[in-house]
């Protein structure tokens, strides 16, 4: 049973880089052939896909946010991390990490068959 697990600071000054951790376990993030994905909920709105690490390295971002985004692993902790730099008060949302078998861009829930519990962050001096 795959469990993920999202730490990090829940307040983020403006301007400064968000960093989120998800920790998976109950399965590898390098077992082919999953996605692993952080997505996001603003206040108010919808699923956005922010973006995701393939097991084999590969990694995509949102195109409108790919020059601040950074996503990584660190495959002897299982954890995958999202940064997202020069954040604004655009960026509070939960931020969930979850798990796809393809890639999948949309924010769709059925798309992803685990998720970690969100968690809130809000950005703001």
């Known amino acids: 049973h795959v469990q993920l697990q999202v730490s990090g600071p829940g307040l983020v000054k403006p301007s400064q880089t968000l960093s989120l951790t998800c920790t998976v376990s109950g399965g590898s993030i390098t077992t082919n052939y999953y996605y692993w994905n952080w997505i996001r909920q603003p206040p108010g709105k919808g699923l956005e896909w922010v973006g995701a690490i393939h097991y084999s390295g590969s990694i995509y971002y949102t195109p409108s946010r790919k020059s601040r985004t950074i996503i990584s692993r660190d495959t002897p902790k299982n954890q995958f991390t999202l940064r997202l730099a020069y954040v604004t008060p655009e960026d509070t949302a939960v931020y969930y990490c979850?798990?796809?078998?393809?890639?999948?861009?949309?924010?769709?829930?059925?798309?992803?068959?685990?998720w970690g519990r969100g968690t809130q962050v809000t950005v703001s001096s």
């Open positions: 979850a798990r796809s078998n393809a890639l999948k861009t949309a924010g769709w829930v059925r798309d992803y068959d685990y």
